[in-house]
């Protein structure tokens, strides 16, 4: 199999758009958003963030006719129960803002002392709506802060402490982030797996 020279990606997040491209412009991969194509978001119905990634991505593919990737990705608190997970992107109802999950989650985690959480990204890559796919995960373990801290990044990055260089995933650079971050590992790990496809033919 040979590496595609453009991805659709099954996001319109510009966030995420910016990290795909960044973690997979070493392989000559551009990847674009699904909104090119005028492509809507598929109903995220699994249970998982396996299950939803592989939603996504065949979703953008049999729409687009071009080979997709997709994330599904969460943060997962122990002290919640592993919550918000799978429903991070809507923690605070359907259309929510970043800012407005951000709130919730620090109302629910005031006062509270075990602050350990986790990030998780299941990336999903399709060569077409049909294909076997290639999945990837990735997890960064971390805490959730008591207030929101720097400017950088989007989604839960601004409370969310990197026990490795004691600051919040929103004052990382974004080299910094890609190198430790739950997308990063799941994309690099995508990236060696379709190495490896493309190198056997």
């Given amino acids: 199999m040979s590496l595609p ?12 758009i ?3 491209n960044r973690l997979l412009e070493e392989f000559g991969i551009e990847v674009v958003p699904q909104s090119t194509f005028d492509v809507p978001d598929a109903d995220e119905t699994g249970a998982t963030f396996a299950a939803n990634s592989l939603i996504k991505a065949r979703h953008a ?6 080979p997709a990737i997709a994330d599904d990705s969460g943060i997962s608190v122990d002290a919640l129960g592993g919550r918000p997970g799978v429903y991070s992107a809507r923690y605070a109802g359907p259309g929510a803002t970043d800012d407005a999950n951000v709130d919730k989650l620090l109302q629910e985690m005031s006062g509270v002392t075990d602050r350990a959480a986790a990030f998780h990204c299941v990336v999903t890559f399709v060569a077409d ?9 990735g997890v960064w373990h971390g805490h959730i802060l008591d207030e929101r801290r ?5 989604g839960y990055d601004p409370v969310f402490l990197d026990p490795e260089s004691g600051v919040a ?4 650079t974004q080299d910094q982030k890609n190198a430790r971050s739950h997308r990063g ?8 797996r379709l190495r490896e496809l493309s190198s056997q033919g």
């Fill in 129 to 137: 709506a049909q294909a076997e796919p290639v999945v990837a995960e």
């Fill in 5 to 16: 020279s453009k991805i659709v990606a099954a996001t319109s997040n510009p966030g995420k």
């Fill in 185 to 192: 590992k799941a994309l690099r790990e995508l990236a060696r």
């Fill in 61 to 66: 593919a049999e729409l687009t006719g071009m």
């Fill in 18 to 20: 910016r990290e795909f």
């Fill in 150 to 154: 720097g400017s950088g990044g989007f």
């Fill in 169 to 172: 995933s929103a004052e990382l």
